[in-house]
Every structure is written in C-alpha cells, then in structure tokens.
C-alpha cells in the first residue's frame, strides 16, 4: 500500500464512527444510510485535503467538509416516508452485570442523559456531540457547523441545562426495597 493509500486508512479509522454519529443527527436514517454517508463524507474530504490549511485545527474542517457534504446529500435525495419504527433493529444495549449499587445509579443516570439528548432538536445534538462528547471547543463547534462562536456557548449552556432539567425530573429508583 502506498503513502496515500495509507494515509487514508488512518483517516478512515480515526473519524469513521464519529462521522457515522454525525451523520445521523442530520436527519432519521436507516443504519446503513448513515455508514454510507459516513464513508463518502469521509472520501469526499480526503479529495478535499489540499483545501486543508494544516496552520489550523483539522476537526472543525472536517466536520465542516462532512456538514456540507451531508446537507447536499440530504437536499438531492428523493422524499421517502419511512415505515421503520425507531429503535427497531438497533442492537439491545448490553444487559447490567450484577453489579454494586453505584455502578446501577452511574449506568441509570447515563441512560436518562442519553435519553434526554436523544431528544434535542437535531442541531441541537450536533453540537451537543462536538462539544460535549468529542470536546471540541465553541470556536471548533462553530467553525464546523456555520454558527458564531459565542451561539455555539449559548446553545451548549442552553442544552446542559435542558438535560440538567430532564434528568432531575426522572423519578429515582433506589434499587433496594421498593415494589
């Protein structure tokens, strides 16, 4: 395999499941529809790499390259309805080991902020996922979706406390002793 060829790869393996996340906060996909996309957003960048400027942080071009590719997908594809139910056919997540009662609570308190941001608006879990999860920072964030930096810190402080507000609304179940 040649440096190219190589260097690909590395791309491929580093930004893939990432890509395969973002793709799928753009709009209801089914899985493969998103690991479609997620390849060619990525193959579509490396043919845009001599547009990178290596003075500046790769994710936010990146993300901004995969955005636009996206959006563009998303407008050229045919209106469908889907008959697919949500959650349907996705895996199960793994079942709880038997476990101390901490590690139960950590487990539930994750599943309740999964839920909650499950619920957001797409653009709002996009940029849930860019700076919360993979920590990029506001100015990255807004780079790579077109929103100043400082809606970008609005909208994050905005998003904690609506899962803040989600979370501690959700009835709390101890584990021990009740019915």
């Known amino acids: 395999m040649d440096d ?20 799928g906060t753009f709009a209801p996909l089914r899985a493969d ?3 479609d996309l997620a390849h060619d957003a990525l193959v579509h960048a490396w043919y845009r790499m001599d547009r990178y ?11 901004r390259v995969a955005r636009n590719f996206i959006l563009d ?3 050229r594809r045919p209106r469908t309805v889907s008959l697919e139910v949500p959650g349907e056919g996705r895996p199960e997540p793994p079942a709880p080991e038997p476990d101390p009662e901490e590690l139960a609570v950590t487990r539930r308190m994750a599943a309740l902020v999964d839920e ?3 619920r957001l608006d797409p653009s709002d879990r996009r940029i849930a996922m860019l700076v919360l ?10 780079a ?16 904690r406390a609506t899962v803040r507000r989600a979370v501690d609304s959700r009835p709390r179940r101890s584990g021990k002793g009740e019915a």
Do not use: Q
Request: proline fraction near 6%; avoid cysteine.
């Open 133 to 142: 999860r993979d920590g990029l920072t506001a100015r990255d964030a807004g």
């Open 33 to 35: 529809e998103t690991e």
């Open 53 to 63: 400027d290596p003075e500046k942080p790769f994710a936010p071009w990146l993300y």
């Open 116 to 118: 909650a941001v499950a």
């Open 4 to 23: 190219t060829g190589a260097s690909f790869e590395t791309l491929y393996r580093l930004w893939y499941a990432k890509m395969v996340l973002f793709a």
């Open 73 to 75: 997908y998303l407008r």
């Open 144 to 159: 790579a979706l077109g929103m100043p930096a400082g809606t970008v810190r609005w909208r994050v402080s905005r998003i």
